[in-house]
């Protein structure tokens, strides 16, 4: 008889108690990383944010294996919620303007960028914001153990929820969410958004590269740019000082305002958490 497998622990595991899950939504955003839980109740108060993150070395069968032990084990996610929201932060992505999008075309145009070695189910969301459409893809076996638990809930792309970040008009400003080895960016200049993509990174010096070979990309001055930072980054990390090198603008992102917080969230570094609320507000 093969072993059991271990159960996954949460990488972070805060949960404000008594929670009424039935007028809550439940918000959960996934992708190769991990899958992280969100929950905001009656009141616009966030109550809940469990992370758990998945090794590199994980392929899409153990990935999904680890995501049903999740959805089996995690007490939080056995409730009944109002509302539940998926959010899929896979990277296979890319944005569209209305007049290319169709069923055979959607399909070579990933396939052409991404290859075609996985199963993989293709679907879309139309950006009003930025008359686009983001077609994207995500694992089978992932989208099938969500959706048989979740057979109810809204469903939108990490990338679609960002475009809808209020934006400067005028301004240079890159946003980046860490992850543990992995980082996605969005660059909008001038109030224009130009490019939504995800990075793997093994060292602080490929994050600094990403984020520079972009800036170059799309004629942007590093030293002038506004860099929001999100998620699994500290101030005094090696992976902080090799970014500290080449952007002078560097701001580490609030707690979206006009929500209230449970104690325990507003104890962490507040830019752990930041893109999560934010991804949930613009739900």
């Known amino acids: 008889m093969p072993p059991q497998s271990q159960q996954v622990n949460p990488s972070f595991n805060i949960r404000s108690t008594g929670i009424y899950t039935e007028s809550a939504q439940l918000f959960i955003e996934t992708g190769p990383t991990g899958i992280s839980v969100v929950v905001l109740n009656t009141g616009d108060s966030f109550q809940a944010v469990v992370t758990y993150s998945f090794s590199s070395q994980l392929n899409e069968l153990q990935a999904a294996e680890k995501m049903k032990e999740i959805l089996q084990d995690d007490e939080l996610l056995q409730k009944s919620f109002a509302k539940t929201h998926i959010i899929w932060s896979y990277p296979e992505s890319i944005l569209v303007p209305p007049n290319l999008v169709n069923t055979e075309s959607n399909t070579e145009m990933l396939d052409l960028v991404y290859g075609n ?4 189910v293709i679907k879309s969301d139309f950006l009003y914001k930025h008359n686009l459409h983001n077609i994207y893809r995500t694992p089978e076996s992932v ?3 969500l959706e048989a638990k979740f057979p109810y809930a809204i469903q939108t792309h990490q990338y679609s929820l960002l475009a ?3 934006m400067n008009s005028g301004e240079d400003e890159l946003f980046v969410v860490f992850y543990s080895n992995s980082l996605t960016l969005m660059l ?3 109030g224009q958004l130009q490019v939504i993509q995800n990075f793997a990174f093994s060292s602080p010096e490929d994050t600094a590269y990403h984020l520079l070979n972009v800036c170059r990309s799309f004629d942007v001055e590093p030293n002038k740019v ?10 005094r990390s090696n992976l902080y000082a090799a970014i500290y090198k080449y952007f002078l603008h560097i701001e580490f992102d609030k707690l979206p305002g006009n929500y209230t917080y449970a104690e325990e ?3 962490h570094p507040a830019h752990f958490f930041s893109h999560l609320f934010a991804l949930a507000s613009c739900v």
Not at 117 to 120: G, I, L, P, S, V
Not at 228 to 235: A, K, L, S, V
Request: net charge positive; hydrophobic share 35%; charged share 40%.
């Open 143 to 145: 989208r099938e153990a």
């Open 226 to 235: 506004k860099l929001h930072i999100n998620g699994m980054i500290d101030e």
């Open 265 to 267: 969230i507003k104890a």
């Open 164 to 166: 809808n970040r209020e």
């Open 188 to 190: 909008c200049k001038e």
């Open 117 to 120: 070695a996985q199963k993989a």
